[in-house]
């Protein structure tokens, strides 16, 4: 519930990038995958002299949700103007995680 009011706040805001791509609906990384293979074919016409490069980087980062400081997350949902409330309700949300690690000596 809290994921779809940000959702909309943020569609009825100034909304996501138009790269933004995977993780949002109707935006998924197959659109991205056409849109590179797209941009690709179009940067190859012309002569040799004439044509862009195409370069494609693509990061795949491990754990990011977990590994994300918190503080981001507030800063983040404040750039993109989301109503106090949903940002409080955020914090009382990451506020109440814990984490537990096994090892060998116990957890």
Not at 53 to 66: T, Y
Request: charged letters at 25%.
């Amino acid at each position: 519930m809290l994921a779809a009011r940000i959702t909309r706040e943020v569609e009825e805001g100034e909304g996501i990038s138009p790269n933004q791509f995977g993780f949002w609906r109707e935006r998924t990384t197959v659109l991205a995958a056409n849109k590179v293979i797209n941009w690709a074919l179009e940067v190859k016409s012309g002569t040799w002299r004439t044509r862009r490069i195409p370069l494609l980087v693509s990061l795949d980062v491990r754990n990011a949700f977990g590994t994300v400081k918190w503080s981001q997350i507030h800063r983040a949902l404040q750039a993109k103007n989301i109503s106090p409330y949903l940002r409080r309700q955020v914090a009382k949300y990451l506020s109440e995680r814990t984490c537990t690690v096994n090892s060998q000596e116990g957890e």
